[in-house]
Nanobody
């Protein structure tokens, strides 16, 4: 069974930076798309950033210019560099791996890592 394990969350002051990591237990080149999502208390889970097998990236408007998603296919690890953090970025951040079998799409999720932005 494939496992996604996030790390790097924590408490940071507004304007600070964090780098999240997602270690995957198999080759990440197997996945069509990988991404980061987040869920704040009382809110639905939302997309933060995605990166395709070909390294094309997309970002939520709220994080453009501040966050950067990347992948290391040798280490089988996904990253999210978060700069200029705001209180509104406080959430549990989840790693996602997506693949397709014929016409069906499947998602694998990590357990999440808490990011708290507060002074």
């Amino acid at each position: 069974q494939v496992q996604l394990v996030e790390s790097g969350g924590g408490l940071v002051q507004p304007g600070g930076s964090l780098r999240l990591s997602c270690a995957v237990s198999r080759s990440i080149t197997a996945y069509e798309t990988m991404g980061w999502y987040r869920q704040a208390p009382g809110k639905e889970r939302e997309l933060v950033a995605t990166i395709t097998r070909g390294s094309a990236t997309t970002y939520a408007d709220s994080v453009k210019g501040r966050f950067s998603i990347s992948r290391d296919n040798v280490k089988n690890t996904l990253y999210l560099q978060m700069n200029s953090l705001k209180a509104a970025d406080t959430a549990v951040y989840y790693c996602n791996a997506r693949y397709r079998v014929l016409a069906s799409r499947y998602d694998i999720w990590g357990q999440g890592t808490q990011v708290t932005v507060s002074s």
